[in-house]
């Protein structure tokens, strides 16, 4: 069948069985939702078969052709809103309006009983967001223009606050604008790596801050927030490979050159198939190792053997003057089987290799396992937190828990 005799109805329905085949829609309300917003009105132009493909429509570009806004992967869209679980008669923000797609879906949820705002910092954005919205018959969703980390104040409080980009941070004025047992749902970004975090709102009690606790994680990618990339730095260790370090980790231009020092190598005997993810021993790290960050090789240096990590975007350990990242090699010709390594440079480039290769063997007993993650408003004594490893960023304090 050719794309333009596909119909519109037949493909929304096709798109939902798969969703809910392949288990990223699990509840009957999320289901109806999907079920009762076209896609295709909030993608005017796409072809019907692309609106209700599983994959990213790309909506706005910079003038350097970065994207700039997107119609976000179903699967992620629903995943999410499987961590959100809204009820009828919640009020819903939703931070990055997009196409206005995932606020007709917040708007079935909620009901009429309910409210959804959303809001963009792009003033075009926004508008498309608006116009989608009243086109598909959703007039009662208020579409914002301005700054999502200032949340809308006058329109609170919330009883979920919903992000659909990338985020490093959790704003204060987020903190403030969330009802009590509240629920933010987030891409959250730390050393490098992202999941979008389901936090449950938990108040305070004898000797403890009220705080932000995960329910659940999942892996996703997002633009990020204007703006919000600024929690991190970026390290040039080469012309042609640079690490990005968070705002909190003393990381820094001593590591300029390592990797024109003599390269170690260190592996692990823990073998995956090529289609298996690492990310799990990327979080394993962040949660275990201060320095972990995150190493981008370009092709050139991957191609000289200057760098080359196990994957585009890999994680790194590095200290001072001394670095190793994740690394990987095949078993035997012709077969797609990887060893799990790292490969470190410096004066303790061999002990960082070695710390990342405990990490991986961590992982390879239980590579499904998460932690929990427990955040607190910026400023909380340590005293009134749980114990574990803490990172600091601008506005909350995160705690990692096994």
């Not at 590591?255 to 390269?263: E, I, K, Q, S």
Request: net charge negative.
């Amino acid at each position: 069948m050719s794309t333009d005799t596909i119909r519109p109805d037949a493909a929304l329905q096709g798109l939902v069985d798969r969703l809910v085949d392949t288990g990223a829609i699990r509840t009957p309300a999320i289901e109806a939702a999907f079920r009762a917003v076209p896609r295709h009105r909030f993608l005017p132009g796409t072809p019907i078969a692309d609106a209700y493909a599983d994959r990213i429509v790309v909506t706005k570009r910079g003038d350097d052709g970065a994207p700039l806004s997107s119609a976000s992967q179903p699967t992620i869209v629903a995943r999410m809103l499987e961590q959100a679980r809204p009820r009828p008669g919640w009020r819903v923000l939703e931070i990055g309006a997009g196409t206005g797609y995932n606020a007709a879906l917040l708007r079935e949820l909620v009901g009429g009983t309910g409210q959804v705002t959303t809001i963009d910092i792009d003033e075009g954005v926004a508008a498309d967001a608006r116009r989608n919205l009243a086109g598909a018959g959703y007039l009662d969703v208020l579409v914002l223009a301005g700054d999502g980390a200032l949340g809308a104040p006058e329109h609170a409080p919330f009883d979920l606050i919903i992000v659909t980009a990338g985020a490093w941070d959790i704003p204060t004025a987020w903190w403030a604008q969330l009802a009590p047992a509240g629920r933010i749902v987030v891409p959250l970004r730390w050393r490098g790596l992202t999941r979008s975090l389901a936090l449950d709102h938990q108040p305070a009690g004898p000797g403890r801050a009220a705080s932000l606790t995960s329910s659940s994680m999942h892996l996703c990618g997002f633009i990020a927030m204007t703006g919000g990339s600024d929690g991190e730095r970026t390290i040039e260790l080469a012309d042609d490979v640079v690490v990005f370090a968070d705002r909190d980790q003393s990381i820094g231009g001593r590591l300029r050159g390592v990797l024109d020092t003599p390269r170690v190598e260190a592996w692990s005997d823990v073998v995956i198939p090529g289609d298996q993810s690492m990310e799990g021993i990327w979080l394993r790290m962040s949660t275990a190792e201060a320095g972990t960050c995150r190493i981008k090789a370009a092709p050139s240096a991957v191609r000289s053997g200057r760098a080359t990590p196990a994957t585009p975007v890999n994680p790194a350990l590095a200290a001072e003057d001394s670095i190793a990242y994740l690394a990987s090699r095949r078993v035997a010709e012709g077969v797609s089987r990887w060893e799990v390594g790292a490969i470190g440079h410096g004066p303790r480039g061999a002990d960082l290799a070695d710390r990342i290769i405990d990490q991986i063997r961590r992982w390879a007993e239980e590579p499904d396992a998460q932690p929990t993650i427990t955040l607190y408003p910026a400023g909380t004594p340590d005293e009134q937190m749980i114990d574990g490893l803490i990172i600091d960023k601008r506005d909350s304090r995160m705690v990692f828990t096994w």
